[in-house]
Nanobody
Framework: QVQLVESGGGLVQAGGSLRLSCAASGRTFSRDDMGWYRQVPGKEREFVAAVSWRGGTTHYADSVKGRFTISRDNAKNAVYLQMNSLKAEDTAIYFC??????????WGQGTQVTVSS
């Protein structure tokens, strides 16, 4: 069974840091672009960051540029999101995403991040 499992979420004060992890199983995602999205209840899921399958190219939403860093370890079939200088508006459920063959989306179940102001 193909699965993405996120971890590392939690409660943190504004200005603090968290590191999210996404562990993949069931198949290797080493040839797939991967990313992170987030969603607040009542709003659409929004893009946060993405990394190419080789790890050489990254993209970020303007709202997180300079604060968040996405990385991956293909040997561990994992992707990470280092989040620094967290703000209250970063509070959301964070989802890991794999773009299989460049077109099929695989999602994790999400991990809650809450930033207190």
């Amino acid at each position: 069974q193909v699965q993405l499992v996120e971890s590392g979420g939690g409660l943190v004060q504004a200005g603090g840091s968290l590191r999210l992890s996404c562990a993949a199983s069931g198949r290797t995602f080493s040839r797939d672009d991967m990313g992170w999205y987030r969603q607040v209840p009542g709003k659409e899921r929004e893009f946060v960051a993405a990394v190419s399958w080789r790890g050489g190219t990254t993209h970020y939403a303007d709202s997180v540029k300079g604060r968040f860093t996405i990385s991956r370890d293909n040997a561990k079939n994992a992707v990470y999101l280092q989040m620094n200088s967290l703000k209250a508006e970063d509070t959301a459920i964070y989802f890991c995403n794999a773009k299989v063959y460049g077109k099929f989306d695989v999602w994790g179940q999400g991990t809650q991040v809450t930033v207190s102001s």
